[in-house]
């Protein structure tokens, strides 16, 4: 028997991705560089299922049915490079080298290129769902070599999850898309999470409500228009008891971990000069977190002052989900922003309707109004921005208000909500017709000459003033990075 597909790597993403593929008729023929993983997996979970185990990369290539398809769920970084050189020599023209862990997008449009220019196609394709979406269907996000879409489409589009019939699962452009997106998705992840708890927060602290009644909370929101898998599972996190009888969160550290593609997401924004307000201080928020014993001692040093909760209960946890779905909203049109951007400018012609959709179901941020944001773009496929779709603009006039309210009383209760606060500091820059930035570019001109334009001339004409009378009247280059 040969394999429809050959797979390296076997933790838990990897496991589930075979048993996942194995479920929905294909065989499957696995390598791990720890060969004893294969023996208890072989032994174990896929036991008497169409799964064959290779002790070796020349074994596990000979297995497969032509053309090959090596798929790679190993950690992103060094040793992707080191499988694709270890493989290269083994394959022949046509074959395909997918990669299915969370890569860096710019070294997947590195390996493509490599990959390529050596007669092989290549995919970098990002995967999400976590081990339950790896095993029972995934959102899957790949790009890179077009050819190969043909081959994969079906095994892919098989194993993903679905929603109304439809796959979460479609190509999304050359070069590093897939992984861009991904890496977005991600970014996203990391804001919704950091205003779960930024509201959770308030809700203890400021309203004083017991995990009980927060999982309550939780869980009627989980029913409106919050209903999304973060709602979900936080419910059911707040709802978990020890032996004792004691909820489980309370029993945990508070030092966040992270894994570096939030941190790209901001990195990426920089670059293209895309606000990402709202997730990079989730990503800052995280590094906050692992500071715990500075923490402990700043504590100290500024204690903190008795919360004196001056709204009505039931009101203001009204508020804080109407403010959790505007900061949501405008969390999501700053990662869709940043995807058209790059989209743009690598002439990846991104669907951001289809992108959307992709979203439904399987992955971390699936959530119900990801088919508004679908629609949004699939009206409007040139919509500078999510918030001037007419629903959301409905959305926000209807809640920016509590969201302004639920930041000011975390302010002033000295209750931290990095996210929420970005959040209404972007909408509110985002709608002013009038920002301060003529003083700004007036500083750099008086320190730097750096010029400015001027609002009774036409864009585009610079000017540069000797503010000081010593300064001279060469100007400097104008230029935006």
């Excluded at 909203?329 to 289809?354: H, P, R, V």
């Excluded at 971390?364 to 603009?393: C, E, G, H, T, W």
């Excluded at 002033?412 to 820059?429: K, N, Q, R, V, Y």
Aim: hydrophobic share 40%; aromatic share 8%; proline share 3%.
């Amino acid at each position: 028997m040969k394999a429809s597909i050959g797979l390296i790597g076997l933790a838990v993403m990897g496991e589930n991705l075979v048993l996942n593929l194995e479920s929905k008729g294909f065989s499957v023929a696995v390598f791990n560089r720890s060969t004893i993983k294969v023996d208890t997996f072989m032994e174990g979970r896929a036991k008497g299922k169409k799964i064959i185990g290779t002790h070796s990369l020349e074994e596990l290539v000979s297995s497969l049915e032509t053309p090959r398809k090596v798929m790679m769920m190993v950690k992103a970084g060094s040793a992707v490079d080191e499988t694709i050189e270890a493989l290269i020599p083994l394959l022949a023209k046509g074959d395909i080298i997918i990669d299915g862990g969370n890569s860096n997008y710019e070294d997947s449009q590195r390996r493509m290129e490599h990959v390529e220019g050596k007669g092989l196609l290549y995919i970098g394709t990002g995967v999400s769902g976590g081990e339950e979406g790896a095993l029972l269907g995934p959102s899957i996000m790949p790009g890179g070599s077009k050819a190969a879409w043909t081959a994969i489409k079906p095994m892919f589009q098989a194993i993903s999850a679905h929603v109304d019939g439809k796959p979460c699962c479609d190509w999304i452009g050359p070069g590093g898309a897939g992984h861009f997106v991904k890496m977005v998705h991600n970014g996203i992840e990391y804001g919704d999470m950091q205003l779960i708890c930024e509201i959770y927060d308030l809700l203890h602290r400021y309203l004083g409500l017991s995990n009980d009644e927060m999982q309550q909370v939780f869980s009627i929101w989980n029913k409106g228009d919050l209903d999304s898998y973060l709602i979900e599972i936080t419910a059911d996190i707040l709802g978990y008891k020890e032996e004792d009888g004691s909820s489980l969160v309370d029993h945990i550290l508070d030092t966040a971990g992270q894994k570096g593609t939030g941190k790209w997401t901001g990195i990426a924004a920089l670059h293209a000069g895309t606000p990402l307000t709202l997730i990079v201080e989730s990503v800052f928020a995280r590094s906050v977190s692992s500071q715990k014993d500075e923490r402990v001692a700043a504590s100290k040093a500024f204690p903190a002052k008795a919360i004196l909760c001056t709204h009505e209960r039931e009101s203001f946890i009204n508020k804080l989900g109407e403010a959790l779905y505007a900061a949501k909203i405008i969390s999501y049109a700053q990662g869709f922003s940043l995807i058209k951007s790059a989209g743009e400018t690598n002439g990846w012609d991104l669907d951001l309707s289809s992108i959307a959709l992709l979203w439904r179901g399987g992955c971390i941020i699936r959530s119900a109004f990801l088919d508004k944001i679908s629609q949004a773009f699939s009206k409007k496929a040139d919509l500078q921005n999510l918030v001037m779709d007419p629903y959301f603009i409905e959305i926000l006039h209807a809640n920016q208000q509590s969201l302004r309210e639920v930041v000011a009383a975390s302010a002033l209760s000295g209750i931290p909500t990095p996210s929420l606060a970005a959040a209404l500091s972007w909408f509110d820059s985002y709608r002013s017709e009038r920002l301060p930035a003529n003083l700004l570019q007036a500083q750099r001109d008086y320190f730097g000459a750096h010029t400015y334009e001027r609002v009774d001339k036409p864009r585009g004409e610079f000017f540069h003033t000797n503010w000081t009378g010593r300064g001279g009247d060469t100007a400097s280059t104008t230029y935006s990075i």
